[in-house]
């Protein structure tokens, strides 16, 4: 072993893969690991693709760096958008072109990787042909999102690279305020606090909107949002909003037999998607979660939310006069605590992330909400030897000698050791919740898209297409979900002649009247007399001390 290769590991150690929850001697030790276990791969040049968010932004210009220094494997980590990723692994995975020597893409595939058989399952990979270049202390059971891309045949199909939650979001120090409790607990009979249901949310939105109005010389809104009619705009159902208004069956991490997508499933077979068949796309739990997405969206959102996409309503949370948001990714969290209008003068944000609130659908025992883990995934067309360069690449972004200082930068945490290291403590006061939050038990209910989807690609564009008609007005809220769950159906069926998807593949149940199902125990459930029950909200303060005590809430 080159001299030259363990001083370069160790100048890496030393300036930046600090902190961490290794010892530097034991850093040391996975450093040489990768030296020895690189060596037959020295000088080759490798590529590998994520979408772009700062946890990549940093593997692509600095680990990609430190690992061609330690190892002498180039690597060109390519940063585009989510859905380009999306593309660029179908079409590998349809012309068995090599495209890209590894992915990072969400675990949100997982039902179509395990289904069609283009990926490599990274338990065969990891006892097999890839045990030589499989790190010795990767430690899955440390990964906190294992269970979201392992598939029904328990394998585990992709290693999580980061994830982050949907949460909700909230100006704490407004929410403190003595003026604003009174006021708001006069009109409400209840306390103004954390939303426990969306009754309460959809009162403090009407609360800040039209009461408040103003805060110190500025315009504030009571909820924050985005309705353009474009492909964000699916995920922004299909990550768990229909789950959070109560649709689907209990179970984490996804609702069996139907899942937060309205799939129902026999055993691991989807067997359709709409009421008729069974599913939830279109039963009254969905039709009420598009129903009060678009209310929301118009009476208390800032002006032109209508017509912003994903990209373009994120700022102004950071502007400072918004109150609320039910659906806020902790990706932004590294940007939310910069200086500015909602973060204090000692570095302390005035904003503070929550648990989500949930519909009057929801049961104990759902999943309440999203967790987005982008993960690394070899495909069976990549050539072995550069396969296993890429892996070598993948396991050193989240091994333990870079884990911890990684999750620093991107606070988009995937392993159990780091969330509990001393250095989070210490930052957590910054991070509004944050560490308390993937440090609780409450975690376990924000998960990402499951097994039950047979086609994510093909299945995902139904979403903004037909929810875009309704929020533009072009259709009602009720048949805008019929024809999604039709649709859904539709591409299901298509697959099942296709015999692409052989075991697991879709089968669809024979059609029957909704009365039937509606009938029957879990999802689709009848509609409910009452859609809005008093609203329920719990003191922050509160809330924290349960979860670090370790009770959910």
Request: include cysteine; aromatic fraction near 12%; charge should be negative.
């Amino acid at each position: 072993m080159a001299s030259a290769d363990m001083a370069a590991a160790q100048k890496w150690v030393d300036s930046e893969f600090q902190p961490s929850t290794l010892t530097k001697d034991q850093q040391m030790k996975e450093m040489e690991w990768f030296i020895k276990a690189a060596a037959p791969f020295k000088g080759m040049s490798i590529k590998v693709v994520s979408e772009t968010i700062p946890t990549h932004e940093y593997e692509s210009k600095t680990l990609t760096k430190a690992f061609e220094e330690i190892t002498g494997i180039k690597v060109t980590h390519d940063l585009i958008q989510e859905g380009d990723v999306i593309e660029k692994l179908q079409t590998q995975w349809q012309s068995g072109e090599n495209i890209y020597d590894a992915y990072i893409n969400d675990s949100d595939l997982i039902g179509t990787h395990m289904r069609y058989g283009f990926v490599v399952p990274l338990s065969d990979w990891m006892s097999g042909e890839g045990k030589d270049v499989t790190l010795p202390t990767l430690d899955i059971d440390d990964f906190i999102g294992k269970s979201f891309t392992t598939g029904p045949d328990g394998k585990l199909y992709q290693l999580p690279d980061q994830q982050f939650a949907n949460l909700y979001w909230f100006r704490y120090d407004w929410f403190q305020r003595a003026d604003l409790k009174k006021k708001f607990k006069d009109k409400y009979g209840y306390e103004l606090g954390v939303p426990v249901n969306w009754s309460a949310y959809e009162d403090i939105a009407e609360f800040f909107s039209n009461d408040v109005k103003e805060i110190d010389g500025t315009v504030v809104y009571g909820h924050n949002d985005y309705g353009k009619k474009a492909p964000d705009l699916g995920w922004r159902f299909t990550d768990a909003w229909l789950s959070m208004a109560g649709e689907g069956d209990k179970g984490v991490p996804n609702g069996k037999p139907v899942d937060e997508w309205g799939i129902r499933v026999d055993g691991c077979t989807p067997v359709g998607a709409s009421v008729s068949r069974g599913g939830g796309a279109n039963s009254p739990a969905a039709k009420y979660a598009l129903t009060k997405y678009m209310d929301w969206l118009r009476k208390y959102a800032p002006p032109g939310a209508l017509g912003m996409d994903f990209y373009q309503y994120l700022p102004f949370l950071a502007k400072g006069n918004v109150a609320q948001q039910i659906f806020w990714y902790t990706a932004f969290t590294a940007t939310m605590v910069e200086p500015g209008p909602t973060v204090n003068a000692d570095g302390t944000p005035k904003w503070r992330m929550a648990p989500s609130p949930h519909g009057p659908y929801w049961e104990e025992g759902m999943k309440l909400g999203y967790q987005d883990a982008g993960s690394w995934t070899l495909m069976k067309s990549t050539p072995v030897d550069r396969r296993k360069a890429a892996w070598l690449f993948a396991q050193f972004t989240v091994s333990k000698t870079v884990d911890a200082k990684k999750s620093h930068v991107g606070l988009t945490f995937v392993r159990d050791s780091t969330v509990k290291h001393a250095s989070f403590t210490e930052r957590a006061p910054k991070l509004g919740g944050l560490v308390e939050f993937y440090r609780s038990p409450a975690r376990v209910s924000w998960t990402p898209t499951g097994t039950n989807v047979p086609d994510y690609p093909k299945l995902a564009q139904l979403w903004w297409q037909n929810i875009g008609e309704a929020v533009a007005g072009e259709v009602s809220v009720d048949r805008a979900m019929d024809n999604l769950a039709r649709e859904m159906d539709r591409v299901m069926e298509r697959i099942a002649r296709s015999g692409a998807q052989k075991e697991c593949g879709p089968k669809l149940n024979e059609e029957k009247d909704p009365a039937y199902w509606y009938a029957q125990p879990g999802e689709p459930k009848p509609k409910l007399a009452n859609e809005k029950p008093k609203g329920e909200t719990v003191d922050y303060d509160k809330l924290i001390q349960a979860w670090r005590e370790g009770r959910v809430k």
